[in-house]
């Protein structure tokens, strides 16, 4: 059954793709984790890149997200069940927490800016379990900022037939069922103003970038420098002359945006300490 159940998942996948010039990054679905890459945060004792990249206003942009898929889980489905349906498993002493399949998972990213869309692999984004896949967020964006992008998870698992045990009366028939709906991750995408540039060529660097110490912020030019957090609280602000080395107790961990400025110019970049 196993096998026929997977040949038409293959078929299924076969039928639809083709409609995201995406593919999964082998990186990502070599873990084994279920769940949207890559990661908006560390995750312990995995040295994974974060975040999506940066875009600039009126360039294209072009970023691909990871899905890997589900297969079974444990859960309490309780909540998911009619009040009379936990009732009568409590009475016949039997557990709400079980092992269910999971049937299909539909991804949903929410957020983007104007001028940015995204592609699944499959064009209903519904992947069937175990069935990895991706996102293909692109466009031009037309609008600048920082935006959250959430990516939503729509997870239908498949409940088995509850029966009360010996008498095999029916509690509950098998049935599918939705798990409401949730983020699987959630990204801050900085669109830069690139109308404020001089030139799109940035004339400072940050590295290194993600960061779990220190980093270097280089510059060809005197400039005045600026570092917030996502709060948008200034934590960090110097002029400095061609280089400097910060370390992460003087601004602490998380995401920040630099701002890097003269008369005539200003650059914005999104920096990550771990």
Do not use: W
């Amino acid at each position: 059954m196993k096998k026929i159940l997977l040949f038409l998942s293959l078929t299924f996948i076969f039928i639809t793709q083709g409609f995201s010039q995406c593919n999964p990054d082998f990186i990502f679905t070599s873990l084994g984790l279920p769940g949207v890459y890559p990661p908006a945060i560390q995750i312990p004792n995995l040295p994974l890149p974060l975040g999506i990249a940066d875009g600039n206003l009126g360039s294209n942009y072009s970023q691909t997200l990871t899905l890997v898929v589900l297969e079974d889980t444990t859960m309490d489905v309780g909540f998911l069940l009619p009040t009379a349906a936990v009732a009568a498993m409590s009475a016949a002493g039997i557990s709400t927490t079980m092992t269910v399949d999971v049937n299909h998972v539909t991804f949903d990213v929410q957020g983007l800016p104007n001028g940015l869309s995204s592609q699944c692999d499959i064009a209903s984004c519904q992947y069937p379990s175990s069935i990895d896949g991706c996102i293909q967020l692109s466009g031009i964006p037309t609008v600048a900022g920082t935006f959250s992008v959430p990516v939503d998870m729509t997870i239908n698992i498949q409940i088995p037939a509850i029966t009360v045990p010996v008498i095999g009366t029916v509690i509950f028939p098998a049935t599918p069922l939705d798990i409401p709906t949730f983020s699987a991750q959630t990204y801050d995408l900085f669109i830069s103003d690139a109308t404020s540039l001089k030139n799109i060529d940035f004339r400072s660097k940050i590295y290194p970038n993600p960061s779990n110490s220190d980093f270097t912020i280089e510059v060809n030019s005197p400039m005045n420098l600026i570092i917030y957090n996502n709060l948008g609280q200034r934590v960090f602000s110097e002029k400095i002359i061609n280089n400097i080395k910060i370390n992460k107790s003087e601004i602490g961990s998380g995401i920040f945006i630099v701002e890097i400025s003269d008369n005539n110019s200003v650059e914005k970049h999104k920096l990550i300490i771990n």
